[in-house]
Every structure is written in structure tokens, then in C-alpha cells.
């Protein structure tokens, strides 16, 4: 099946231009995220209290924000941390999910029990408000931020990996291999883990837009990243007070934070259709 | 078969005391997260003297075990009395309860108009599978879905209110219900569009399910209108994962009403939250978490009731899921 996926992606003609674009544009926010230092025309924390909420010009391309900052280098250096941060929340929510979610799906019992009882919790829980709270309670900052949403974040994943599981486990290779004595650990490792492959990288991108969305909800009530660092959340709440004099410090953080979970969205929404076309083939 | 019913109504109800039991532990300690403790978050700002602050220990009964403290704050909250607000010092509930009407009318329409218009485009996009109106439907429901409320509320503040001067864009009007409605326009329809753009995917997907299933095809076999087969057939089994995901759609409408009345200065509940961040007005916080969780898992418990007058075929045997 992953060898399917891959012969597909090969194939870059049946890939739809969206997909194409989007990947383009996530690529360019990548590349923006590593080079911010050396591209950006003026340095982002640089203030300059002359030329406060200007307007675009050639100097300031897209305007300066209230304390006289480059919106546009802002926007640059903000890729950084708005890649950085859902990244790792996506990440944690595929190691947990992997290990956890197949253990529960394929053993079953008290095991399954236990875990699904600890995400039925969760899930009751009313996920980014109680962030909301606790990040700005306990004063943690970014490190407490990227703690709280991976936590809230990881019952998805389970719940989904989990129900694949169960899928997959119906299947006669699962059986087959049982069959030939290979030891349950290398069946949900080495097997189950590439057939479900897709899901697993759909799951992540549908992470990743969320937590982009989360963490600049959060820096857009002043929670999560220090104040002063260039982080789109932030840019997107300081930006408003500029509304009148230059819009592009408020919708140009709006459009990057749009574009990068819209890009990310597509590109999971086509592999987990690619999934569930495969499956009802077989 | 009734009792059985009946005996699942009662598990579930038997569930939720656990759970409110340990939302109720978590509002709590919220209380001894706060960076220099419980005396630093319930003194706030005012000049500390030893004798003021031995008052609060006495009062907020620090001095005792924190089982003991979390028996005075638990029997306190049974009786309505959700404490003081460290900032306003009026009670907790009374501030609460005055917030409240702004944010119900705002979540109350954006509740019907995310499920009704979303069930409509769905159905619309599914019957009309891979054209024009399929590919717009899909394409404008991956971008609102995309887009977070915050966001919106400034796009639509800076085009729609300060550009075009088409809405108003502060505060709660004149006090004529009219002018009160007409404020609130703007951040219901900002609110509703995420939880719009999820019930059009939800029902696009459960709807294209119905349409390729043997019995929607027999029903055209034999001649019945369209019109019958998709809203008194298709629509009603399409509607049970839409019902299930109403929960999460009413959660999501809450958690954007704390932005969109943030932007809209609006002193509904989400308002009194962010202020109340800002301020680190501890009290008023666990106040808004508890009242807000309670909510959210009385209107899951309404949901399963829905889903099982909805589908007859609900296993009550089997736990929640």
C-alpha cells in the first residue's frame, strides 16, 4: 500500500493543481522560515517611532505597525514559529497515536478500555477554551501552550488510528501473518503502521492546521509566545488598532495564517481520499 | 427493548456525575496553578500586609489540607455561590449571569444557521456530485474551515464594517432590540462560518454514502420523486453523524464567541473571560470553566438522546462509542 502511495505521488499528472499549489505554497512559508534572517529587508524587532503605521512603500513593503516595526520582515520571521510550533503538536499527536492507538485497536481489552476512557474525557473537556485558561493561569508561556494543545490535541488521533486499526485487523494478511507466528509487536509495527500510513499523514496535517489555528488564537489574546516576538496570532490583535491607517498589519498576518492551514488542509484532505478510495477497491 | 432504553439513559446520566466531579477537581486547582500561588492570585494588585493576608487564608480556608479546601469551594458552588470577583467584587454568578444573554444570542442563531445552511449546501453538493456547484460548495467549505474565527472577525471588521460601512462594528447598539440584532449580525455570521464550512463537509460525505446505497437506487427504480427520496429517505439517515457532530459544532461556536466578542466589543461571557485573563481574575475564571464545561457535557447528553430518537439501530448494550 505505501509502495501504491508512492507510485502515485510519482505520477505527479494525477495530482490535482490544488494539491500542487498548495504544496508550492507551504514549500515557500518553509523557505521563508529558514532564510527569514537573511531575506528580510529590515530587521523584524527594529523600531521605528518616525514612521509609525505607514502605509506600504518601497522601504516598508507592506507598512510599518504601531511602534514604527516592517510588517512584512514581521511576517517573514513569524513563519518560523508558526511552522516550528504545530509541527511539534502534530508530532506528538502521531508518536502517542501510533503507539497507543494501534496498541488499543489491536489488543483490545482492558487496555482499549483504559485508553478510551482517558479520551472520552478529553473529549469532554471544552478543548481551546480550557488552553485559554491554563496557559494564561499558570503564566507558562510557549513551552506550557505547545504542553496543554498537544495534550487536547492527541485524543483524535487515538480515536482515529484506533478505528484503523480495527480495520486493518479484519484483513486476511493480519491473519495470515498470526498464522506464520510473527510476534505482535513486528505485526503492529512493521505491518500495520505502513498500511495505515495515509491516515497517519492526513492525521497529521489536519493536526497541524489545528494547531496553527490554536497557538494564533492564543498569541491573539496575548497567551503563548513572549510579547514583542514576531508571531502571526499576536501581529493579527495588534494589527487591529492599525485597521485605519495601515490595514496590511492585520490582513496580511490573517492571509498567512489562512493560507498555510488552507495549504496543509488540501494536501491532507487528498491523501486521506487517496485512502479511502484504496480501501474500497480492495 | 423500552427498558433497555431506559437503562442506557441511565448509564449515561451515571457517567456524567464522575465526569462534572473531576471538571469541578480541575476548576479548583486552577486556583494553586497561578504562578506565587493562591494568595498571589486572589490579592491581584492590592498592597499586601501580613494581616490581610492571614484574612484571606482564614477565608479562603488555606491554612487546611487541600481536600479540606476543595470541600468549602465544592459545597459553596452547590448553593450557587461561585465566589467573588477579585477585580468588580461582585458575585461571581451575578456577573456571570448578566454576561450571558449577549453570548446565548449569539451562539443560539449561529447554531441554527451553521446546521441549516450547512445541511442544505451538503445535500446540494452531494446531488450534484463533481460539478460546478459540487466544486464551489467544497472548495469555499475547505477555506472557511481553514480560516479561524479571529481572523474572519478582522477580515470582515476592516471590509464589511470599516470599508464598505456595511455593519456596525462596536458594541451592543441603542438598546432597541433591533439595533441590538442588527450589532449582533456581523459576529454571528463571522462565528458560524467554521462550524458552516465542518456540517457542509459532514453532510457532502454522509449524503454521497446514502445516494450510492442499494435502497436509494431501488427507490428510483421505482419511480419515486427525488424530492421524496433524498429529504424523507436519504436526509434522515444522513442525519445521524450530523447530529453526533452537533456537540462538537456547539463547542466551537463557544470557543468562537470568545474571540469574535473580543473583536466586537461585546461584554457577553467571552469578553468577561478574556478580561478576566488579563487581569488573572481567578475566581471569575473558575466561574466561566465550570459553567462552561456543565454546559457542554448536558448538551452531549442531549445529543445522545437525539441520536437515539434518531436511529433506531443504537446499540445500548455497547458503552458510549
Same mark, same amino acid.
Given at each position: 500500500?505505501?509502495?501504491?502511495?508512492?507510485?502515485?505521488?510519482?505520477k505527479l499528472?494525477?495530482?490535482?493543481?490544488?494539491?500542487?499549489?498548495?504544496?508550492?505554497?507551504?514549500?515557500?512559508?518553509?523557505?521563508?522560515?529558514?532564510?527569514?534572517?537573511?531575506?528580510?529587508?529590515?530587521?523584524?524587532?527594529?523600531q521605528?517611532?518616525?514612521?509609525?503605521?505607514?502605509?506600504?512603500?518601497?522601504?516598508?513593503w507592506?507598512?510599518?505597525?504601531?511602534?514604527?516595526?516592517?510588517?512584512?520582515?514581521?511576517?517573514?520571521?513569524?513563519?518560523?514559529?508558526?511552522?516550528?510550533?504545530?509541527?511539534?503538536?502534530?508530532?506528538?499527536?502521531l508518536?502517542?497515536?501510533?503507539?497507543?492507538?494501534?496498541?488499543?485497536?489491536?489488543?483490545?481489552?482492558?487496555?482499549?478500555?483504559?485508553?478510551?476512557?482517558?479520551?472520552?474525557?478529553?473529549?469532554?473537556?471544552?478543548?481551546?477554551?480550557?488552553?485559554?485558561?491554563?496557559?494564561?493561569?499558570?503564566?507558562?508561556?510557549?513551552?506550557?501552550?505547545l504542553?496543554?494543545?498537544?495534550?487536547l490535541?492527541?485524543?483524535?488521533?487515538?480515536?482515529i488510528?484506533?478505528?484503523?486499526?480495527?480495520?486493518?485487523?479484519?484483513?486476511?494478511?493480519?491473519?495470515?501473518?498470526?498464522?506464520?507466528?510473527?510476534?505482535?509487536?513486528?505485526?503492529?509495527?512493521?505491518?500495520?503502521?505502513?498500511?495505515i500510513?495515509?491516515?497517519?499523514?492526513?492525521?497529521?496535517?489536519?493536526?497541524?492546521?489545528?494547531?496553527?489555528?490554536?497557538?494564533?488564537g492564543?498569541?491573539?489574546?496575548?497567551?503563548?509566545?513572549?510579547?514583542?516576538t514576531?508571531?502571526?496570532g499576536?501581529?493579527?490583535?495588534?494589527?487591529?488598532?492599525?485597521?485605519?491607517?495601515?490595514?496590511?498589519?492585520?490582513?496580511?498576518?490573517a492571509?498567512?495564517?489562512?493560507?498555510?492551514?488552507?495549504?496543509?488542509?488540501?494536501?491532507?484532505?487528498?491523501?486521506?481520499?487517496?485512502?479511502t478510495?484504496?480501501?474500497?477497491?480492495? | 427493548?423500552n427498558?433497555?432504553?431506559?437503562i442506557?439513559?441511565?448509564?449515561?446520566?451515571?457517567?456524567?456525575? $464522575?465526569?462534572? %466531579?473531576? !471538571? *469541578?477537581?480541575?476548576? =479548583? +486547582? #486552577?486556583?494553586?496553578?497561578?504562578?506565587?500561588?493562591p494568595?498571589?492570585?486572589?490579592?491581584?494588585?492590592?498592597?499586601?500586609?501580613?494581616?490581610?493576608?492571614?484574612?484571606?487564608?482564614?477565608?479562603?480556608?488555606?491554612?487546611?489540607?487541600?481536600?479540606?479546601?476543595?470541600?468549602?469551594?465544592?459545597?459553596?458552588?452547590?448553593h450557587?455561590?461561585?465566589?467573588?470577583?477579585?477585580?468588580?467584587?461582585?458575585?461571581?454568578?451575578?456577573?456571570?449571569?448578566?454576561?450571558? $444573554?449577549?453570548? %446565548?444570542s !449569539? *451562539?443560539?442563531?449561529? =447554531? +441554527? #444557521?451553521?446546521?441549516?445552511?450547512?445541511?442544505?449546501?451538503?445535500?446540494?453538493?452531494?446531488l450534484?456530485?463533481?460539478?460546478?456547484?459540487?466544486?464551489?460548495?467544497?472548495?469555499?467549505?475547505?477555506?472557511?474551515?481553514?480560516?479561524?474565527?479571529?481572523?474572519?472577525?478582522?477580515?470582515?471588521?476592516?471590509?464589511?464594517?470599516?470599508?464598505?460601512?456595511?455593519?456596525?462594528?462596536?458594541?451592543?447598539?441603542?438598546?432597541?432590540f433591533?439595533?441590538?440584532?442588527?450589532?449582533?449580525?456581523?459576529?454571528?455570521?463571522?462565528?458560524?462560518?467554521?462550524? #458552516?464550512?465542518?456540517?457542509?463537509?459532514?453532510?457532502?460525505?454522509?449524503?454521497?454514502?446514502?445516494?450510492?446505497?442499494?435502497?436509494?437506487?431501488?427507490a428510483?427504480?421505482?419511480?419515486?420523486s427525488?424530492?421524496?427520496?433524498?429529504?424523507?429517505?436519504?436526509?434522515?439517515n444522513?442525519?445521524?453523524?450530523?447530529?453526533t457532530?452537533?456537540?462538537?459544532?456547539?463547542?466551537?461556536?463557544?470557543?468562537?464567541?470568545?474571540?469574535?466578542?473580543?473583536?466586537?466589543?461585546?461584554?457577553?461571557?467571552?469578553?468577561?473571560?478574556?478580561?478576566?485573563?488579563?487581569?488573572?481574575?481567578?475566581?471569575?475564571?473558575?466561574?466561566?470553566?465550570?459553567?462552561?464545561?456543565?454546559?457542554?457535557?448536558?448538551?452531549?447528553?442531549?445529543?445522545?438522546l437525539?441520536?437515539?430518537?434518531?436511529?433506531?439501530?443504537?446499540?445500548f448494550?455497547?458503552?458510549?462509542?
Amino acid at each position: 500500500m505505501i509502495t501504491l502511495f508512492w507510485s502515485q505521488i510519482k505520477k505527479l499528472k494525477e495530482i490535482p493543481a490544488s494539491v500542487l499549489l498548495a504544496s508550492v505554497t507551504i514549500l515557500l512559508f518553509c523557505f521563508a522560515a529558514i532564510t527569514a534572517k537573511f531575506i528580510s529587508p529590515i530587521d523584524p524587532m527594529e523600531q521605528n517611532l518616525f514612521a509609525v503605521s505607514q502605509s506600504s512603500s518601497d522601504i516598508y513593503w507592506l507598512g510599518t505597525d504601531e511602534l514604527g516595526r516592517d510588517v512584512f520582515s514581521r511576517l517573514l520571521a513569524g513563519s518560523r514559529g508558526a511552522i516550528i510550533g504545530p509541527f511539534l503538536i502534530a508530532l506528538s499527536g502521531l508518536i502517542v497515536s501510533v503507539i497507543l492507538g494501534i496498541l488499543a485497536g489491536y489488543r483490545g481489552g482492558a487496555l482499549d478500555n483504559l485508553v478510551m476512557r482517558g479520551v472520552d474525557f478529553i473529549v469532554a473537556l471544552p478543548g481551546l477554551l480550557l488552553a485559554i485558561v491554563v496557559v494564561s493561569v499558570t503564566e507558562g508561556g510557549y513551552w506550557m501552550a505547545l504542553l496543554v494543545l498537544s495534550v487536547l490535541n492527541v485524543q483524535g488521533d487515538i480515536r482515529i488510528v484506533r478505528g484503523v486499526t480495527l480495520e486493518q485487523r479484519k484483513l486476511p494478511y493480519i491473519e495470515s501473518l498470526r498464522v506464520v507466528g510473527v510476534p505482535r509487536r513486528r505485526i503492529m509495527y512493521k505491518h500495520i503502521v505502513p498500511n495505515i500510513s495515509p491516515i497517519l499523514i492526513a492525521n497529521f496535517a489536519t493536526d497541524f492546521a489545528g494547531a496553527l489555528v490554536a497557538l494564533s488564537g492564543l498569541a491573539f489574546l496575548g497567551l503563548g509566545s513572549q510579547p514583542g516576538t514576531p508571531d502571526w496570532g499576536r501581529m493579527l490583535a495588534d494589527g487591529q488598532a492599525s485597521l485605519f491607517t495601515n490595514y496590511w498589519a492585520a490582513v496580511s498576518p490573517a492571509i498567512a495564517i489562512v493560507l498555510l492551514a488552507v495549504s496543509v488542509n488540501l494536501i491532507g484532505d487528498w491523501v486521506y481520499d487517496f485512502y479511502t478510495k484504496k480501501s474500497l477497491q480492495r | 427493548m423500552n427498558t433497555k432504553k431506559y437503562i442506557y439513559i441511565t448509564k449515561r446520566l451515571i457517567f456524567i456525575f $464522575p465526569l462534572i %466531579l473531576a !471538571i *469541578t477537581v480541575v476548576v =479548583f +486547582l #486552577l486556583l494553586n496553578l497561578v504562578n506565587g500561588g493562591p494568595i498571589a492570585a486572589l490579592i491581584g494588585e492590592k498592597p499586601t500586609t501580613t494581616e490581610s493576608v492571614n484574612n484571606l487564608r482564614e477565608k479562603f480556608h488555606l491554612n487546611d489540607p487541600i481536600y479540606v479546601q476543595y470541600y468549602y469551594w465544592i459545597s459553596g458552588v452547590a448553593h450557587g455561590d461561585l465566589g467573588t470577583s477579585i477585580f468588580t467584587s461582585t458575585p461571581v454568578l451575578y456577573e456571570i449571569k448578566s454576561r450571558l $444573554p449577549i453570548t %446565548l444570542s !449569539i *451562539t443560539f442563531p449561529a =447554531f +441554527l #444557521l451553521s446546521i441549516g445552511f450547512g445541511v442544505l449546501a451538503g445535500t446540494l453538493a452531494a446531488l450534484y456530485r463533481g460539478r460546478k456547484v459540487d466544486r464551489i460548495t467544497v472548495g469555499t467549505a475547505t477555506l472557511m474551515s481553514s480560516s479561524p474565527a479571529f481572523v474572519v472577525a478582522i477580515l470582515a471588521l476592516y471590509l464589511l464594517g470599516l470599508k464598505l460601512q456595511l455593519f456596525p462594528i462596536f458594541g451592543t447598539g441603542d438598546g432597541g432590540f433591533k439595533d441590538y440584532m442588527w450589532h449582533l449580525t456581523l459576529p454571528i455570521l463571522v462565528v458560524s462560518l467554521g462550524p #458552516l464550512a465542518f456540517i457542509t463537509k459532514l453532510t457532502r460525505a454522509a449524503m454521497l454514502e446514502e445516494i450510492s446505497s442499494d435502497y436509494y437506487m431501488f427507490a428510483q427504480a421505482r419511480g419515486l420523486s427525488r424530492i421524496r427520496i433524498v429529504f424523507r429517505y436519504a436526509l434522515r439517515n444522513a442525519l445521524i453523524p450530523i447530529v453526533t457532530a452537533s456537540g462538537l459544532v456547539f463547542v466551537g461556536l463557544l470557543t468562537g464567541t470568545v474571540f469574535v466578542e473580543s473583536v466586537f466589543g461585546l461584554p457577553g461571557l467571552g469578553g468577561l473571560l478574556v478580561s478576566s485573563i488579563k487581569q488573572t481574575d481567578i475566581p471569575v475564571i473558575q466561574g466561566i470553566v465550570l459553567i462552561v464545561a456543565i454546559w457542554i457535557i448536558f448538551s452531549n447528553f442531549v445529543v445522545d438522546l437525539l441520536y437515539m430518537a434518531i436511529d433506531p439501530r443504537v446499540n445500548f448494550d455497547k458503552g458510549s462509542d
